[in-house]
T-cell receptor
């Protein structure tokens, strides 16, 4: 079956530090990959996505590249801000049929001044 | 405002109560979902509705009963819940064409449920 594994949190960084949140996946088909972000007290918002191998998704300074050879979709940002503090979820959608997102457990990011 | 509205935002209920969670989307989507979010666990998909028809029930206990009267509204009826059912319940919607998603899911802000 499909599954997503994310690094355990919380990740605590100083403002302007470089961010990497690791995500690896297992899928039976050719999935699309997503990163969602959840700010405190809110639902999940789509941050970025990639639909095929070697695609790079990007938004708000965040990037992730779909690496089929390593089954990974690591999230990166060059310089984090306090406002980036949130929980980040990696997810996949199996494009072989079925319309379901499979999520990882989420990684909490805390950015301090 | 994401286009998916959930009410109430917070709910405290006793184990013998009956309550309902409501979700409404104004995006023209044709699929809706209920997820359960508990601390330190992956989001759990509970129910899926495509074109108002329930297409998935992920072994959810019968004390949770979904209802989808039209493609814009989704309810989750709750009765005789247990304390371990306390969680954030998230509604999402998407648009499906053929067997493919046109875009990702849009989530509501959730209902924080506490069972006492």
């Amino acid at each position: 079956g499909n599954s997503v594994t994310q690094m355990e949190g919380p990740v605590t960084l100083s403002e302007e530090a470089f961010l990497t949140i690791n995500c690896t996946y297992t899928a039976t088909g050719y999935p699309s990959l997503f990163w969602y972000v959840q700010y405190p007290g809110e639902g999940l918002q789509l941050l970025l996505k990639a639909t095929k191998a070697d695609d790079k998704g990007s938004n708000k300074g965040f990037e992730a590249t779909y690496r089929k050879e390593t089954t990974s979709f690591h999230l990166e940002k060059g310089s984090v801000q306090v406002s980036d503090s949130a929980v980040y979820f990696c997810a996949l959608m199996d494009t072989g049929g079925g319309n379901k997102l499979t999520f990882g457990t989420g990684t909490q990011l805390k950015v301090e001044l | 405002e994401t286009g998916v509205t959930q009410t109430p935002r917070h709910l405290v209920m006793g184990m013998t109560n009956k309550k309902s969670l409501k979700c409404e989307q104004h995006l023209g989507h044709n699929a809706m979902y209920w997820y359960k979010q508990s601390a330190k666990k992956p989001l759990e998909l509970m129910f899926v509705y495509n074109f108002k028809e329930q297409t998935e029930n992920n072994s959810v206990p019968s004390r949770f009963s979904p209802e989808c009267p039209n493609s814009s509204h989704l309810f989750l009826h709750l009765h005789t819940l247990q304390p371990e059912d306390s969680a954030l319940y998230l509604c999402a919607s998407s648009h499906i064409r053929g067997d493919r998603h046109v875009a990702g899911y849009t989530f509501g802000s959730g209902t924080r449920l506490t069972v006492v």
